[in-house]
């Protein structure tokens, strides 16, 4: 089957209208265009975001479901709040974004190949840099063993992709990203495409119209200027 795709120009700011996404592969939108910070936040903006494997072109998507939650109202199950309040881990905001995105490109058990490439490593990397990317990451005894990345647009928070090398620590990590959002303002997190561990965490799905909807009234809306600081996370499970 023949697939015809826009092409994207050199101008930053032009991607095709959200709603002419394919149906067939869903929400493939566009080819083309560059990594630049200008060009990737724009596709926030628009729900739009990059996801290519190594050898592909440059592929834009906006899927006809969207995985969001509402900041303030992740699910903790009784099982969960026992490890949190048990756990030794630690959490921190914004301490080694480079870390966490290069800990999520490395292939899974049951995923030998990765979408985060070097191209993309290197762009959200200067997103970083540029205060527009941000990282949780959760440690134990001072090693790296759980983290998620993403875009802030607005009120909006953009989740990339997330890890986890010991039981349960990316599902902190998503748990305090949850409750620190909603903290400094933050009303949603696009979660792009759903999964059962999401689900697990009260991850629901939007049309693309209402996701559409959403972003269009939060992606310029300030948070709390100390949101994004370095600092340490904790968990409140008295909810």
Request: aromatic letters at 8%; hydrophobic letters at 40%; proline letters at 4%.
């Amino acid at each position: 089957m023949t697939i015809y795709l826009p092409q994207l120009s050199d101008d930053p700011q032009l991607f095709p209208d959200i709603e002419q996404a394919l149906d067939d592969p869903d929400g493939l939108l566009a080819m083309g265009g560059d990594l630049s910070p200008q060009r990737i936040i724009n596709a926030y903006h628009n729900g739009i975001f990059p996801w290519f494997s190594e050898g592909e072109p440059l592929l834009w998507w906006s899927p006809s479901e969207r995985a969001t939650i509402n900041a303030g109202t992740v699910h903790i199950s009784k099982s969960m709040k026992r490890f949190i309040n048990k756990q030794q881990m630690s959490i921190t905001l914004n301490h080694c974004f480079s870390a966490v995105i290069q800990a999520c490109a490395k292939p899974r058990i049951k995923r030998a190949d990765t979408w985060i490439n070097q191209d993309m490593i290197e762009a959200y990397v200067q997103l970083h840099k540029l205060g527009l990317a941000h990282s949780i990451e959760v440690w134990f005894e001072g090693e790296l063993v759980g983290g998620l990345y993403g875009v802030c647009v607005g009120q909006t928070f953009c989740g990339e992709s997330m890890f986890s090398q010991m039981n349960n620590s990316s599902k902190l990590a998503f748990i305090a990203l949850n409750q620190h959002f909603q903290a400094n303002g933050g009303k949603v997190i696009d979660c792009q495409m759903q999964t059962e561990h999401l689900k697990s965490l009260g991850v629901n799905t939007l049309s693309r119209a209402d996701f559409k909807k959403s972003l269009s009234v939060t992606r310029d809306r300030l948070l709390d200027k100390s949101c994004w600081l370095k600092q340490a996370l904790t968990i409140n499970t008295s909810h």
